[in-house]
C-alpha cells in the first residue's frame, strides 16, 4: 500500500478528534439551566423554554452503544476512507478501533474517558496519554467528555451565555436556537465579520416534526474557526428512540477538513469491552504545549 496513503488513514481520525473537541469548546463559560416545562409544540419556534425542554426530552439515550462505521474524510491536500468500530458507555467511556481496507491494516485504537484520551498509533508504533486539563492547555480550549458524546450520536452540547440570552427564531422550516440574536448571527455567518473579540456562538437547528437536532454550528470569531454538523437519516433504533445514521463534520481552521460517518446497524445496552493495551516497544509520544503570553 502507498506510505503516503497509509499515513493519512492514521493520523486522520486522532486529528479529527482533537479537532472536534477543540471547537467543542467555542464557547463563553456559563452554563445556561433549566427546569422542564410544558412539552413543545411543532411551530411554536419563538417559545424558547418549551424548544430547550423539546430538544431535552428527545435525547436519544442509551447505557452502551456499538456500531461499525463508514467513514469518508477530505481536507486541504488529503482524503481517505477508513472503518471505526464505536463502542461507547454512557458518561464513561468512548473507544474506537480505527481500520483501512475493510479491517485489513491495523491504523489506531481510541479511547476517551471524561477525564483521559489515550491512542496507540500503530502505523508509527507510538502512543499518546493525556488528560483533558492537558489536552485543554495544549489546544487553548475549554471541552469536556460530554462534548465529545453529544456531537458523535447527535444530542445537544450544553448551551452557554455571557452577556447575550438564548434565542429562538424560525428559518427555513426549523427551529432555532442561539446564543446570539438572529440579526446578528446572519450579520456574522453571511458577511464573515466578527463581532467583539471575545464573541462566540453555537447555533442548533431543530426539525419541528421529529423534535431532533439537524445542524450544529460552533464559531469562534476571534480565532476565525468554526465546527459544522449535519444530521440526517434518522431510523428508530432498537430503544424505538430516533437517532441519526448520517453524520457530516464541516471544520474550518488553520487547515479545513470534511468527515462524513454513517453509521451501520446499531447495538445498544449489551455488555461491552473497551480494551487498548501498548505493544512492547511502542515510544509514548508528547505534544509541546504553546507558549502562554502573560
Known amino acids: 500500500?502507498?506510505?503516503?496513503?497509509?499515513?493519512?488513514?492514521?493520523?486522520?481520525?486522532?486529528?479529527?478528534?482533537?479537532?472536534?473537541?477543540?471547537?467543542?469548546?467555542?464557547?463563553?463559560?456559563?452554563?445556561?439551566?433549566?427546569?422542564?416545562?410544558?412539552?413543545?409544540?411543532?411551530?411554536?419556534?419563538?417559545?424558547?423554554?418549551?424548544?430547550?425542554?423539546?430538544?431535552?426530552?428527545?435525547?436519544?439515550?442509551?447505557?452502551?452503544?456499538?456500531?461499525?462505521?463508514?467513514?469518508?474524510?477530505?481536507?486541504?491536500?488529503?482524503?481517505?476512507?477508513?472503518?471505526?468500530?464505536?463502542r461507547m458507555k454512557h458518561d464513561s467511556a468512548i473507544w474506537m478501533n480505527v481500520t483501512a481496507l475493510g479491517g485489513i491494516i491495523k491504523v489506531a485504537r481510541i479511547l476517551i474517558t471524561p477525564d483521559s484520551v489515550f491512542m496507540v498509533n500503530y502505523h508509527d508504533e507510538n502512543f499518546f496519554r493525556g488528560d483533558f486539563s492537558y489536552i485543554n492547555r495544549m489546544l487553548q480550549s475549554d471541552f469536556d467528555f460530554d462534548m465529545v458524546q453529544s456531537i458523535l450520536i447527535g444530542n445537544s452540547v450544553t448551551?452557554?451565555?455571557?452577556?447575550?440570552?438564548?434565542?429562538?427564531?424560525?428559518?427555513?422550516?426549523?427551529?432555532?436556537?442561539?446564543?446570539?440574536?438572529?440579526?446578528?448571527?446572519?450579520?456574522?455567518?453571511?458577511?464573515?465579520?466578527?463581532?467583539?473579540k471575545t464573541d462566540s456562538a453555537q447555533t442548533i437547528w431543530v426539525d419541528p416534526l421529529t423534535q431532533k437536532i439537524a445542524r450544529i454550528l460552533f464559531n469562534d470569531f476571534n480565532t476565525k474557526r468554526s465546527f459544522d454538523a449535519s444530521y440526517s437519516e434518522y431510523d428508530k433504533a432498537s430503544n424505538g428512540m430516533i437517532v441519526a445514521n448520517k453524520v457530516k463534520f464541516l471544520i474550518k481552521a488553520q487547515k479545513n477538513l470534511m468527515l462524513q460517518m454513517i453509521y451501520k446497524k446499531i447495538n445498544l445496552n449489551k455488555q461491552l469491552e473497551f480494551p487498548l493495551t501498548i505493544p512492547d516497544g511502542y515510544v509514548r509520544i508528547y505534544i509541546k504545549e504553546p507558549n502562554v503570553e502573560h
Open 159 to 196: 448551551f452557554y451565555e455571557e452577556n447575550e440570552k438564548l434565542h429562538s427564531y424560525s428559518e427555513n422550516g426549523k427551529c432555532v436556537l442561539s446564543t446570539i440574536r438572529k440579526r446578528k448571527l446572519k450579520r456574522v455567518v453571511n458577511r464573515n465579520r466578527e463581532l467583539t
Open 1 to 86: 500500500m502507498n506510505r503516503t496513503r497509509r499515513s493519512l488513514s492514521v493520523r486522520l481520525l486522532p486529528g479529527f478528534c482533537l479537532l472536534v473537541l477543540v471547537f467543542s469548546g467555542c464557547h463563553p463559560r456559563k452554563k445556561i439551566t433549566g427546569a422542564t416545562t410544558e412539552s413543545f409544540r411543532p411551530g411554536d419556534c419563538r417559545n424558547t423554554q418549551s424548544l430547550l425542554d423539546s430538544m431535552k426530552t428527545h435525547q436519544f439515550r442509551f447505557e452502551t452503544l456499538s456500531s461499525k462505521l463508514d467513514c469518508e474524510a477530505k481536507g486541504d491536500s488529503m482524503k481517505g476512507n477508513f472503518e471505526v468500530t464505536l
